[in-house]
């Protein structure tokens, strides 16, 4: 049983719900990246989600993008994620941490190599966004051989024909994308989020959702770009590194930052 799974055991037997954070690992440099990290649990989050940075982040909206570039720029590469990972764990060995992602990054370092040393360093799972169940033998098959969740993702565009599909090698839970579009472009609808993420469970499975302000789904509730935005959203003297006020002061609708997307400047695997 990994951290993931006795994490959600946990909260059933107390009939209550998870609450996944998402941040961007090294956003806006590593040393508070890892403050607000190890800063997520005091504020009430059972689950983090730790973005590795990548230049083709092709499911994500500006909130992410940006983040990503910001981390990019500051020279985080995944040697430096997992040494967060690392360096986490430290002074805690329970919080579940679930790396997201794409795959590049991942296969230029090399998938054996990547998962002992994900394993190693305290990762309890992975969203790997661009890698269909028809490719399972890549990395979701090897992830659980190795002892790794891997999350697969389901939207509202997932028909009962595919979900079957979807749900075969999953673990850990169900990451139901409850908008269509990018993250952060809308707000989710609690009444279609409600009934298709019971439907997503495949039985008692978790569900998580993304693009949602308030708690709809049955298991679990998060919103990677929502987050973010209320941190960069904030004047630089109201940014405090350390995350234990955020799940109760963040904004009904908090800005996103207000900068351009740059042109792609071109694939740096970390390393």
């Known amino acids: 049983m990994t951290r993931i799974d006795a994490t959600f055991a946990a909260l059933k037997a107390q009939g209550k719900k998870a609450f996944v954070a998402y941040i961007m ?6 040393e508070t ?11 009430g989050v059972d689950i983090i989600e730790l973005g590795m ?14 983040a990503g570039q910001r981390a990019l720029d500051g020279g985080m590469t995944m040697d430096r994620v997992l040494d967060m990972v690392r360096a986490f764990r430290k002074g805690d060995a329970t919080t579940p941490i679930v790396l997201m992602g794409y795959y590049n990054p991942i296969y230029s370092r090399g998938v054996d190599r990547f998962l002992a040393e994900a394993k190693e360093a305290g990762i ?4 790997v966004v661009d890698l269909p169940p028809e490719e399972d033998s890549e990395l979701c098959l090897p992830a659980q051989a190795a002892g790794l969740n891997f ?8 028909d009962d024909k595919r979900l079957p599909k979807v749900l075969q090698n999953t673990s850990g839970f169900v990451y139901y994308v409850s908008v269509t579009g990018i993250t952060g472009a809308a707000a989710a609808q609690a009444a279609d989020v409600g009934a298709r993420s019971g439907a997503d469970q495949g039985g008692d499975r978790p569900a998580g959702d993304r693009g949602l302000r308030h708690h709809h789904a049955r298991s679990g509730a998060g919103s990677p770009a929502w987050p973010m935005a ?3 959203g904030r004047p630089s003297s109201r940014r405090s590194a350390r995350a234990s006020p955020w799940p109760r002061c963040w904004p009904a609708s908090p800005p996103l930052p207000q900068a351009p997307i ?9 390393g």
Not at 33 to 43: D, I, N
């Open 53 to 66: 940075p990548f230049t083709d982040p092709m499911a994500d909206g500006p909130t992410i993008q940006l």
């Open 124 to 127: 309890d799972g992975l969203i």
């Open 25 to 30: 690992g090294g956003d806006p440099d590593a």
């Open 230 to 232: 209320a941190w960069w």
């Open 151 to 158: 999350i697969r993702l389901a939207t509202p565009t997932t």
């Open 33 to 43: 990246s890892l403050a607000v990290m190890q800063g997520l649990p005091g504020a």
């Open 262 to 270: 740059r042109p792609d400047p071109g694939l740096r695997p970390g």
